[in-house]
């Protein structure tokens, strides 16, 4: 009796039953404290972001996320992962999304946008053993990126807000209602058995987040008011990409590299 009893004991908050809840209760309080934190009123708002103390504190959150999960990851799979490796990697998700921008151009009437888009699938998955070899770009195809807000932008939807997302980061309140059909376009999202769904979806999250170490440095050391830079930056790459009529870079995959804030959209 003295027996079962120690083991009991010992094994008590042990198990993942009791570990998934304090993590949970643990992110609650960093999203409280970080929510907290960006409770105080702006003196000038920007008209574009009217809900911007809830914004800098949601990007704190997001901040901390990133520093304690995200980015340590990240970092491991650039140390670990061989170039070609990585680079075969983004290009197989580059490939999947063009599926999804080439019916979002279909869905805007952009005729060229899409022709050029659909070859590029083409070429990419059956020359490219499957997307990894990026043979489109090679022959100078051009990438048309888009996604549902962007062709509800297209058909007269405004943006509304600028609005940060948990962990997903920036966004507006128009591309926010459109990410339940962007997740549903995501031909990932079709693929059994569920844990190697899950694994690509894992894949994918790491891939985008080690192809903006770069970019994240540069703007650590180069920005004064990083949330005022980002959430600029994020505005005038959608204002871009809603008109691509030369198209947004036959390399353009997970990054918006070169893109400086000029004027807000429309």
């Known amino acids: 009796m003295k027996n079962f ?5 010992a094994g008590e908050g042990s198990g993942p039953q009791q570990v998934l809840p304090r993590a949970l209760g643990g992110l609650a309080l960093l999203l409280a404290g970080a929510l907290l934190s960006g409770c105080a009123t ?20 997001n901040e901390q996320v990133d520093a304690m999960v995200l980015k340590p990851v990240a970092i491991a799979y650039q140390d670990i992962a061989p170039a070609p ?11 999947i999304g063009d599926v999804w921008s080439f019916v979002n151009n279909v869905l805007q009437l952009r005729a060229e946008a899409a022709a050029s888009t659909f070859m590029r699938v083409n070429v990419n998955t059956f020359m490219g053993i499957g997307g990894v070899l990026d043979i489109a770009s090679e022959l100078g195809i051009d990438r048309y990126k888009q996604d549902f807000g962007l062709t509800l932008g297209r058909w007269g939807v405004g943006t509304g807000p ?17 990410l339940p059909v962007d997740m549903k376009g995501n031909v990932v999202s079709y693929v059994d058995p569920v844990s190697a769904r899950n694994t690509l979806y894992a894949l994918r999250v790491v891939d985008t987040r080690a192809n903006l170490l770069r970019a994240g440095s540069v703007l650590d050391s180069a920005a004064l ?9 994020f505005l005038q790459v959608r204002s871009q990409a809603g008109e691509p009529q030369n198209g947004n870079g036959a390399d353009d995959k997970n990054t918006n590299d070169g893109v400086l804030p000029q004027e807000p959209p429309r």
């Open 42 to 61: 702006v003196a000038n708002p920007d008209p574009r972001d009217p809900l911007e103390s809830y914004n800098r504190g949601m990007t704190n959150f």
């Open 225 to 233: 008011d990083k949330y005022s830079f980002t959430r600029d930056v």
């Open 5 to 9: 009893k120690k083991t009991t004991l």
């Open 85 to 95: 490796v990585r680079t075969g990697v983004s290009n197989f998700f580059a490939n």
């Open 162 to 178: 600028y609005l940060v997302l948990p962990v997903l980061g920036p966004s507006t309140v128009r591309d926010t209602f459109a």
